[in-house]
């Protein structure tokens, strides 16, 4: 989870702004009257956003002007120790509050995390792989950039699974996926749709860029795959040109054609063709 600096600084300097205010009307209402519930406030939102340091220092901030405000009012207990037990009572449980929503934050973030990835391969899944796609092609639409969409389906894997069990099978798919990582720039998407089928987005990438990084992984594909017993290779089709209104879907479907064009040329290859304008 990335926090700019901007909302780092809001949340930190809002949050000891409130605190310290909170202590004002604390203090206006004297013993009676119970307003501390107004300190988790600051705590519970930068527990949700930053991370346990931060949340630890409003949940300390908020117990030090807790204190004041109840010394300032003249409250009074039979002994010092009372005054030791109540603060850091009340200190643990600004503490403990502000620990749990950073936990749950962080939990909420990792289940996230993980629903958007193929455990297999560490890749993006085809869920997350449509939604970043759908952001890519946006992107290059609004700014008039060109744009890669890949289609990649290995070649003779059946018989990897076939001979030497899904086991084996599993890790030719880790090897490939890999390799394919190791050849993406860091704004290419790299994901796997499912079974032996793996998809790129290639963003501000013209079809002669494309070309070279498109026949790049089909080479590396081979290199790290070439010990194993079963000679797979990968085919891969591809479409490349302006986007514009189009969808993800629409360019799947001719990328999908293209990688039947390939497969029907003989495996091992690369079919790319260019979007009309």
Not at 2 to 8: A, F, G, I, T, Y
Request: hydrophobic share 45%.
């Amino acid at each position: 989870m990335v926090v700019s600096l901007r909302e780092r600084f809001v949340l930190l300097v809002g949050g000891a702004t409130w605190i310290l205010l909170t202590g004002v009307p604390d203090y206006a209402s004297g013993v009676e009257d119970r307003i501390f519930p107004l300190y988790f406030l600051p705590i519970c939102l930068v527990g949700w956003r930053l991370g346990y340091k931060s949340t630890l220092g409003m949940a300390w901030l908020s117990t030090a002007t807790w204190v004041v405000s109840n010394l300032l009012t003249g409250m009074t207990f039979s002994g010092p120790m009372v005054w030791v037990v109540n603060t850091v009572t009340q200190g643990a449980s600004f503490s403990f509050v502000g620990v749990l929503v950073v936990f749950a934050r962080r939990s909420y973030w990792l289940a996230e995390k993980r629903s958007r990835v193929d455990p297999l391969t560490g890749l993006l899944n085809g869920r997350a792989f449509a939604e970043e796609a759908v952001r890519l092609i946006a992107l290059c639409a609004r700014h008039g950039r060109p744009l890669t969409v890949a289609y990649l389906d290995l070649d003779h894997f059946k018989q990897v699974n076939d001979r030497f069990g899904h086991s084996r099978g599993d890790q030719v798919l880790a090897m490939v996926a890999t390799a394919l990582h190791d050849v993406a720039r860091e704004t290419d998407i790299v994901s796997r749709l499912g079974g032996d089928e793996f998809a790129l987005v290639l963003p501000e990438t013209d079809q002669s860029g494309a070309a070279i990084v498109l026949e790049r992984a089909r080479d590396r594909v081979v290199q790290v795959l070439r010990d194993e017993p079963v000679r797979v290779t990968v085919s891969i089709g591809a479409v490349t040109g302006l986007p514009g209104r189009r969808l993800i879907d629409e360019l799947l479907k001719f990328a999908d054609a293209n990688l039947y064009d390939a497969k029907e040329r003989g495996k091992d290859r690369v079919t790319l063709t260019a979007l009309d304008a």
